[in-house]
């Protein structure tokens, strides 16, 4: 069965600083590979979408990588912005449209 | 404005007495998907649908139906309700047409809490 794991759980970080989330997943028979951001009592937003045959994917200040060999992929977040404290979620999908979710990186960034 | 709309919002209720969570979007979109997220658990999904009259099991489906009669909606419906049920449900949609790659977008929010 897919399991997705994320470290940190939780990470607080001074504005302006480059960062990095983790994702990790056991079974590298993925489709893709989704990044969203969940701000709290509120649903989530996607932000990157990496297909399997993918290696990376930018979108501003945001690039997402994928290993799916060895199962990772990394969020990278540059300059680093109080706006950016959320919840970070990362989710596989698998062959049948079906998703499975890692338990997120919630993260604050401190003015 | 495109967008996902999920009622009720907030929902108290007790145990046995049969409910529904309405989802609908305006995208003319054809997956959509109930997830429900528990703190430590994260966000699980319970069923999706890839278009009118096709729907499949999540990973959590146990205690839970759905319908997709038509395009934009897809209720949850929860027939007899216990405590364990208790949880923030999201429902979500996409377009779906090559194999889920485009855009999910997710609604609000219903939190239930089940006595």
């Known amino acids: 069965k897919q399991e997705v794991t994320q470290i940190p759980a939780a990470l607080s970080v001074p504005e302006g600083e480059n960062l990095v989330l983790n994702c990790s997943f056991t079974?590298?028979?993925?489709?893709?590979l989704r990044w969203f951001r969940q701000d709290p009592g509120k649903g989530l937003t996607s932000l990157l979408l990496i297909q399997s045959s993918q290696r990376e994917q930018t979108s501003g200040r945001l690039n997402a990588s994928l290993d799916k060999s060895s199962g990772r992929s990394t969020l990278y977040i540059a300059a680093s912005q109080p706006g950016d404290s959320a919840t970070y979620l990362c989710a596989v999908m698998l062959g049948g449209q079906n998703f499975v979710f890692g338990p997120g990186t919630r993260l604050s960034v401190l003015p | 404005e495109a967008q996902v709309t999920q009622n009720p919002r907030y929902l108290i209720t007790v145990t046995g007495k049969k409910l529904t969570v309405t989802c609908s979007q305006n995208m003319n979109h054809e997956y959509m998907s109930w997830y429900r997220q528990d703190p430590g658990l994260g966000l699980r999904q319970i069923y999706y649908s890839m278009n009118v009259e096709v729907t499949d099991k999540g990973d959590v489906p146990e205690g839970y139906k759905v319908s997709r009669k038509e395009k934009r909606n897809f209720p949850l419906i929860l027939e007899s309700p216990s405590p364990n049920q208790t949880s923030l449900y999201f429902c979500a949609s996409s377009l779906g047409i090559l194999r889920g790659t485009d855009t999910q977008y997710f609604g609000p929010g219903t939190r239930l809490t089940v006595l």
């Open positions: 079974d590298s028979a993925i489709y893709n």
